[in-house]
């Protein structure tokens, strides 16, 4: 079993940078590939990025490349979402989940465990 706590989300102008921390509960973190997952206002989630158990591997969704940076501290149990260039249709609620797959995944109905989320605007 795995808890996962969001934090970091909040209010910010086009064009600025956030960093959201998920942290993670238990010794087992560093077993586990980790995804960021958004959601808007009558959309359904989807995958933002995901990240190996080592790091290794990253993958994007492509309307984040060179915007969001995902990493990890298996040290801290922490995932985090770099976000920069911030657009005003990157306003969503945002989710940290971890998938019991073998390797990164982007489908949601792959990750076991979910935190609450934090919400993040972006106002033009």
């Known amino acids: 079993q795995v808890q996962l706590v969001e934090s970091g989300g909040g209010l910010v102008q086009a064009g600025g940078s956030l960093r959201l921390s998920c942290v993670a509960s238990?010794?087992?973190?560093?077993?586990?590939?980790m995804g960021w997952f958004r959601q808007a206002p009558g959309k359904e989630r989807e995958f933002v990025a995901g990240?190996?158990?080592?790091?290794?591997?990253?993958v994007y969704t492509d309307s984040v490349k060179g915007r969001f940076t995902i990493s990890r501290d298996n040290a801290k149990n922490t995932v985090y979402l770099q976000m920069n260039i911030l657009k005003p249709e990157d306003t969503a609620v945002y989710y940290c989940?971890?998938?019991?797959?073998?390797?990164?995944?982007?489908?949601?109905?792959?990750?076991?465990?979910w935190g609450q989320g934090t919400q993040v605007t972006v106002s033009s």
């Open positions: 238990g010794r087992t973190f560093s077993r586990y590939p």
């Open positions: 990240i190996s158990q080592n790091g290794y591997i990253i």
């Open positions: 989940a971890a998938t019991i797959t073998i390797g990164v995944s982007k489908k949601l109905d792959e990750y076991a465990y």
